[in-house]
């Protein structure tokens, strides 16, 4: 099993920026991903930026340009830069992880964190 706990969510005006981080623990085998997930009210989550573990990125359209995705293999954890935030950015946002389930594996399995509330808005 692995946890993910994320923080740094919260109020912000449009045009500010918040900074999201998120801390793996438990049975943490690489390679993994790690990325970024955002549910807004009525809304099917979507994926905002993941990460692979050599660094690869990739980013929503709506957000290149003003996110930055970031992981330190280390410490196992994951961070998203969020600047010029606009209303529409307004979410749940989750951690995930994909990790294999044994090493050497192809198979992988999906861990998600608890959410953490950012609001954008003045």
């Known amino acids: 099993q692995v946890q993910l706990v994320e923080s740094g969510g919260g109020l912000v005006q449009p045009g500010g920026s918040l900074r999201l981080s998120c801390a793996a623990s438990?049975?943490?085998?690489?390679?993994?991903?790690m990325g970024w997930y955002r549910q807004a009210p009525g809304k099917e989550r979507e994926l905002v930026a993941r990460?692979?573990?050599?660094?690869?990125?990739n980013y929503v359209d709506s957000v290149k340009g003003r996110f930055t995705i970031s992981r330190d293999n280390a410490k196992n954890t994951v961070a998203l830069q969020m600047n010029s935030l606009k209303p529409v950015d307004t979410a749940v946002y989750y951690c995930n992880a994909i990790v294999p389930i044994e090493v050497g594996s192809n198979v992988r399995r999906n861990y998600w964190g608890q959410g953490t509330q950012v609001t954008v808005s003045s």
């Open positions: 990460i692979t573990n050599d660094g690869t990125t």
């Open positions: 438990g049975s943490i085998i690489s390679p993994y991903t």
